[in-house]
């Protein structure tokens, strides 16, 4: 049985306003309600390892839900982090922060992390994957067009692969381009589908 088939039984939330999350998910053929939008501190303890930040985050995101899942119910959360330099990227300030980021990425690689976690009444799992991505050297003028057209403010690191910066300046991937948008669906697919066979064996 298709994962989109043995779904008909429960109802995944997407806890994220990301539209390139909601797509994604079309895309994968998982259909998903989006929860109502609730405000979480997203705040780590400073000793935490770079990579495992945005696991940490994603299990904050999906504990500080304000209401009880029903039994029926499974519940999405991620997060999404660009590490550079040993540096956690999030979303950028303003003009100036995200011209700063930009300039850490050009003509080097760096790594791009999304926890995810997956929780229901009775259960919870979380997982994240990680890709790394390299650009060639880019020209101030090149940097300055990307933000002042794009506006990446809502983007971490500054940047979205599946716009102009993505086509023009990626030189490689190695891992999952959709981690790269913001959640790594194949193996979000494979992770999610074993989540609601335990559901269905409880």
């Given amino acids: 049985m298709l994962l989109h088939e043995k779904l008909k039984g429960f109802r995944l939330l997407l ?33 935490l390892p770079a990579g495992e930040v945005p696991l940490y985050l994603s299990r904050l995101k999906s504990e500080g839900l304000p ?17 550079a330099a040993g540096e956690i990227l999030g979303k950028p300030r303003d003009r100036e922060d995200a011209l700063r980021m930009l300039r850490l990425l050009s003509g080097r690689g760096h790594t791009v992390v999304t926890g995810v976690t997956l929780r229901s009444a009775e259960r919870v799992h ?11 050297p880019l020209s101030e ?22 716009e ?21 669906v194949q193996r979000l697919y494979v992770e999610l589908e074993g989540f609601v066979d335990r559901m269905g064996n409880r």
């Fill in 67 to 83: 209401r009880p899942l029903e039994p029926d119910e499974i519940l999405l959360t991620a997060d999404t982090v660009v590490i």
């Fill in 15 to 47: 806890a994220s306003q990301s539209p390139r999350r909601r797509e994604l998910l079309a895309g994968s053929g998982l259909p998903c309600a989006l929860e109502p939008r609730y405000e979480v501190e997203e705040l780590y303890p400073d000793t």
């Fill in 141 to 162: 003028e090149e940097l300055a067009y990307y933000v002042d057209t794009f506006r990446p403010y809502d983007k971490a690191g500054a940047y979205g692969i599946q």
């Fill in 126 to 136: 979380s997982f994240s994957a990680s890709s790394e991505v390299f650009f060639r």
């Fill in 164 to 184: 102009w910066i993505g086509y023009a300046a990626i030189e490689r991937i190695e891992g999952s381009f959709y981690n790269v948008m913001g959640l790594p």
